[in-house]
Nanobody
């Protein structure tokens, strides 16, 4: 399994931006599909964005489409989530997840299909 560590969370005003990073270690990150999820207090963990092995395809939740961008740099074993025009409802703990897959084009949006998770990073958006 790959080990994941998120960073980049913080407190930002509505309309601001943050860039989350997810540093992977322990194995070849390029063979892993990757996703970002978030969990607000009292709510279920929800899908935010996903990306394939080489970053050729991405997929977003409707709530973040057009504002968030998922990307990855396999040479640096790091994934990213650029979050622009943040809203108070984006406040949550954000988690990155990775899953080793055979097919290059695998896209995973269900949290149950990921084996590796980071510890999470808090994002708080004030109004």
């Amino acid at each position: 399994q790959v080990q994941l560590v998120e960073s980049g969370g913080g407190l930002v005003q509505a309309g601001g931006s943050l860039r989350l990073s997810c540093k992977a270690s322990g194995t070849t990150f390029s063979a892993y599909a990757m996703g970002w999820f978030r969990q607000a207090p009292g709510k279920e963990r929800e899908f935010v964005a996903a990306i394939t092995w080489r970053g050729g395809s991405t997929y977003y939740a409707d709530s973040v489409k057009g504002r968030f961008t998922i990307s990855r740099d396999n040479a640096k074993n790091t994934g990213f989530l650029q979050m622009n025009n943040l809203k108070p409802e984006d406040t949550a703990v954000y988690y990155c997840a990775a899953q080793n897959t055979i097919a290059v084009g695998t896209m995973i949006v269900s949290p149950e299909e990921y084996d590796s998770w980071g510890q999470g990073t808090q994002v708080t958006v004030s109004s």
